[in-house]
């Protein structure tokens, strides 16, 4: 689903920080950004590879985003899709924000305000950037879950 208040956002916030490169997914949205990169869509391993050489991912609340960011072991700073704004279905997002939000380099923004103040933070604070995790668990965990499963 489109989410343009996200899109301008960030848009807004190039604006204003001409020397950070910034590149937005807009998917279907309407709003086309003025001051960033843009496209569409990305190919998942063109993603996938902006992702690893970010200094900031900027996302919604979504899952495979959060994943994203912790495998590529970056900062995720997040803007919940809120519902009666139609930008989504219901306000899952918001549980995510909760349950989630407190995590090492995961932030939650309440709104654009704070998007840009606390863009700007992550940034300059290079401290904060999380391990990447693997996607696959430990070999040697795995065998011995086998190994109990098949005893």
Known sequence: MPFDRLTRAMDEWAAAHPE????????KGEYEPRHARWVRKLPLS?????????????????????????????????????????EHNNDHQLAT??????????????DAVDLHTRAAALLADSGGTPAPISRFADPAFTA???AFIES
């Open 144 to 146: 011995r879950i086998r």
């Open 97 to 110: 924000a909760k349950h989630l939000g407190h995590r090492p380099g995961l932030h939650i923004a309440a």
């Open 20 to 27: 950070v490169a910034v590149e937005i997914q807009i998917g």
């Open 46 to 86: 063109e993603y996938q590879a902006r992702v690893q050489t970010c200094g900031l991912f900027v996302a919604h609340c979504g899952m495979g985003s959060i994943i994203s960011a912790i495998e590529a072991g970056k900062p995720i700073l997040m803007l919940p899709r809120l519902a009666a704004l139609g």
